[in-house]
């Protein structure tokens, strides 16, 4: 079982940045890839970002490409979500997720475990 706890969330001005957090609970982390997904009010979930368990592959949505960086520091069990230059569009709820033994997948349905999500919102 792994617990998943996200912080970083607030309000940003439009151009802002803002810094994600996910800790987890466990002496596997390294053996989960990590994901973000953030959901918008009527929207559907959607990718962000995924990184490999060693952290040497990330994938990005086109969305967020060259804005946003995930990383991860497995001696801490946290994954960080980097997010710059930020838009009105950002705004949603963001997850992380943990995938065990996957390579780091854009879809949310491998994912194995859930955080409970941190308000992002960006004003214009």
């Known amino acids: 079982q792994v617990q998943l706890v996200e912080s970083g969330g607030g309000l940003v001005q439009a151009g802002g940045s803002l810094r994600l957090s996910c800790a987890a609970s466990g002496r596997t982390f390294g053996s989960y890839a990590m994901g973000w997904f953030r959901q918008a009010p009527g929207k559907e979930r959607e990718f962000v970002a995924a990184i490999s368990r060693g952290g040497g592959n990330t994938y990005y949505a086109d969305s967020v490409k060259g804005r946003f960086t995930i990383s991860r520091d497995n001696a801490k069990n946290t994954v960080y979500l980097q997010m710059n230059n930020l838009k009105p569009e950002d705004t949603a709820v963001y997850y992380c997720?943990?995938?065990?033994?996957?390579?780091?997948?854009?879809?949310?349905?491998?994912?194995?475990?859930w955080g409970q999500g941190t308000q992002v919102t960006v004003s214009s």
């Open positions: 997720a943990a995938d065990f033994m996957g390579p780091g997948r854009t879809d949310y349905s491998p994912y194995d475990y």
